[in-house]
């Protein structure tokens, strides 16, 4: 029984994880997507997961950038989305809207008609 609910609750950290991850991609203005497999497949934590992806999968941006600098932009946003996951509670809310659904007209009156300020130079954008 406690091994089960310790496995959950690890899956439920590495789900918050990911989802963090992808929300922070969406506030770059990048279109990744790490889904369940990716995340496991890229078995690393952190920054070595985002500088593994970014070699394996996305090795066309190195040609413009510093990995260093990918890897920190990206973790920098993750924190954030994180940050703000943690504080909503909800554990899947990201800072950025990256699940591609629209909001419903209730509660488009409520929120704030000023897009969120993004850094995504154009050439960082794939």
């Known amino acids: 029984m406690l091994k089960a609910l310790l496995d959950n609750t690890a899956t439920d950290r590495s789900d918050q994880a990911r989802h963090a991850y992808n929300a922070a991609f969406e506030e770059l203005g990048l279109t990744w997507h790490w889904d369940s497999a990716t995340y496991a497949r890229l078995q690393a934590d952190g920054r070595d997961a985002v500088r593994t992806y970014l070699e394996t999968e996305q090795s066309h941006l190195l040609r ?55 850094y995504a130079p154009a050439a960082l954008q794939t």
């Open 64 to 118: 413009a950038y510093e990995a260093d600098f990918l890897v920190e932009a990206v973790e920098a946003a993750r924190a954030r989305c994180h940050a703000s996951m943690a504080s909503n509670r909800a554990g899947r809310v990201p800072c950025a809207s990256w699940s591609g659904s629209a909001p419903s007209s209730a509660s488009r009156s409520t929120q704030n008609s000023v897009p969120a300020q993004r």
